[in-house]
């Protein structure tokens, strides 16, 4: 029972820590967009 336990945590942690890196990889594509449609702007003016 205790392994069980222990594979089931270590599955769920890596779970865990890909939904953060796709959540990170997501926020950091939009800011960038964000600066490159920014700069875009600038340059349309």
Known sequence: MKKFAGVLFAVFGF?????VLCGLMII???LLNR???EKKA???K
Not at 15 to 19: E, F, G, K, S, Y
């Open 15 to 19: 779970v865990l820590n890909a939904i």
């Open 35 to 37: 600066r490159s449609e």
């Open 28 to 30: 950091g594509i939009d």
């Open 42 to 44: 600038e340059t349309d």
